[in-house]
């Protein structure tokens, strides 16, 4: 069974910057899309960023201008590089793969970002 391995997490200080990256354990077939998402303590997991298989991308507005998603669907690879970190990022940051094959999405089991004030 194909996984993710997410990384790049960690403690960062407010202003700061992290890149998060998910590597697939094998090569991935049918994907749609590749994204990031996020939950914070008590809150619902939110869409960060995607990118799709012909490369285009979308964010949430509270990351656009701060943060940029990149890799290569086929290869398994996506990468979220986050600038002017805020404590409002704070979150586990999850990694998930959309394919067209039915029941067949991938997620992540996290890694974790803290950003202190």
């Known amino acids: 069974q194909v996984q993710l391995v997410e990384s790049g997490g960690g403690l960062v200080q407010a202003g700061g910057s992290l890149r998060l990256s998910c590597v697939a354990s094998?090569?991935?077939?049918?994907?749609?899309?590749m994204a990031w998402y996020r939950q914070a303590p008590g809150k619902q997991r939110e869409l960060v960023a995607k990118?799709?298989?012909?490369?285009?991308?979308d964010y949430a507005d509270s990351v656009k201008g701060r943060g940029t998603i990149s890799g290569d669907n086929a290869k398994g690879t996506v990468y979220l590089q986050m600038n002017s970190l805020k404590p409002e990022d704070t979150a586990v940051y999850y990694c998930?793969?959309?394919?067209?094959?039915?029941?067949?999405?991938?997620w992540g089991q996290g890694t974790q970002v803290t950003v202190s004030s």
């Open positions: 998930h793969v959309d394919r067209r094959v039915p029941l067949s999405d991938i």
């Open positions: 990118i799709s298989s012909g490369g285009s991308t």
């Open positions: 094998g090569r991935l077939f049918s994907v749609n899309a």
